[in-house]
């Protein structure tokens, strides 16, 4: 079955450190989302891309990078860790080029804690 | 700044009552609505979208768009405690990204 898929699921790492995170999705999916989750804030968005080689800063970029080389992958780079920046992150995808209806469907999550 | 807002809860509903979670928006032109689901420690799950003024039903959901108010709401009927997580209200402010809204717990007592 298609899915979307994330690694690590949990992430300890220390402050100046840099990290990536993974995600893949076997949808075919054109658009790809990063998204971290916190107590009271809800999900924000950090980056996008709507296919391969677009990348688009979200609400929350300051701190993260992305590229996109392939359909299937859209891994989220954290260029020197900060405490600020313990969250859950979420990757999402959904099918069509920017349409108003399009449904994202979301991977199983990274915890990650900088300590 | 584009804002979705939703009461935090925690709304308490007995097993088998209708459940009513409410979500404002801010931008006006927003033109497509969505409700997640998220149980504790998992992904958010979509349960339905809306683009209409008006009513959408499946099964036992009711989503509840009205666009002059700027406010879409979310029946839950016969609410059982396997309801019981937090929704999520997501507004598709333009080229599918969703601002969503800080989440309502919702807990169901049998």
């Known amino acids: 079955d298609a899915e979307i898929t994330q690694s690590p699921r949990h992430k300890i790492t220390e402050t100046g450190r840099q990290v990536t995170l993974a995600c893949h999705q076997t949808?075919?999916?054109?658009?790809m989302f990063w998204y971290r989750q916190d107590l009271g804030h809800g999900l924000r968005l950090i980056h996008y891309s709507y296919g391969v080689h677009d990348t688009n800063k979200g609400e929350v970029s300051d701190g993260y990078s992305v590229s996109r080389s392939n359909t299937e992958d859209l891994p989220l780079t954290l260029e020197s860790a900060a405490s600020s920046q313990t969250s859950v992150y979420f990757c999402?995808?959904?099918?069509f080029g920017g349409g108003s209806t399009d449904t994202q469907y979301f991977g199983p999550g990274t915890r990650l804690t900088v300590l | 700044q584009k804002e979705v807002e939703q009461n935090s809860g925690p709304l308490s509903v007995p097993e088998g009552a209708i459940a009513s979670l409410n979500c404002t928006y801010s931008?006006?032109?927003?033109?497509?609505f969505f409700w997640y689901r998220q149980y504790s420690g998992k992904s958010p799950e979509l349960i339905m979208f809306i683009y209409s003024n008006g009513d959408k039903e499946d099964g036992r959901f009711t989503a509840q768009l009205n666009k002059a108010s700027q406010y879409v709401s979310l029946l839950i009927r016969d609410s059982q405690p396997s309801d019981s997580a937090t929704y999520l209200c997501a507004v598709n402010m333009g080229g599918n990204k969703l601002v969503f809204g800080a989440g309502t717990i919702l807990r169901v007592k049998s």
């Open positions: 999402a995808s959904s099918e």
């Open positions: 931008d006006r032109g927003s033109q497509s």
């Open positions: 949808w075919n999916h054109n658009n």
